[in-house]
């Protein structure tokens, strides 16, 4: 018998958000090289792409909702720790439950809107300025993104309410 450790049970939600975060990026490396040919043409050639400020501000919009759940579980949104040192330290293990619990149900309202309103931009053909590029796979992606980071905000928390730090974000 040998002594392994147990298997990270949350392997499942790791996936999806790396799965996300490499969308991300893949959609971050179109956007740079729609900036400079964008840049390049207008400046080289008097000629800007058109409608390349509507595809940039979408594939922007697109970058962060696929980033927001793998830089939570990473840690590498911006914290602030005010109670970080000495006996305060157990005061901020009691609170982050608590705090990841509330941020995860702000997420999910979050998500729920932008699901609504994704179905209302469907049903009044609402659409971006020059290329009429439709809004509502975009509302319906940042849906996404906020329930995936609901979802792992959800998962860390109720680790930490069970003893558990394998779940902490990786900092």
Partial sequence: ?????????????????????????????????????????????????????DVAELMLLAVAACSFAYCGRTGGHVAVEIFSTGRARALTRWMDPPVKLASAAILAVLAWRCG?????????????????????????????????YALVLLIEATDLLRGDKRSAPRR
Wanted: aromatic share 12%; hydrophobic share 50%; no cysteine.
């Fill in 1 to 53: 018998m040998t002594d392994r450790p147990a298997p990270d049970r949350r392997h499942w939600i790791d996936r999806p958000v790396r799965a996300l975060a490499l969308l991300g990026g893949v959609v971050l490396l179109g956007l740079m090289g729609l900036t400079v040919v964008d840049v390049t043409a207008r400046y080289v050639f008097n000629a800007p792409i058109f409608g390349g400020q």
């Fill in 116 to 148: 609504v309103a994704g179905l209302a931009a469907m049903s009044y053909d609402e659409a971006s300025n020059l290329l009429e590029i439709p809004y509502w796979p975009f509302y319906w992606l940042l849906a996404g993104g906020f329930a995936v």
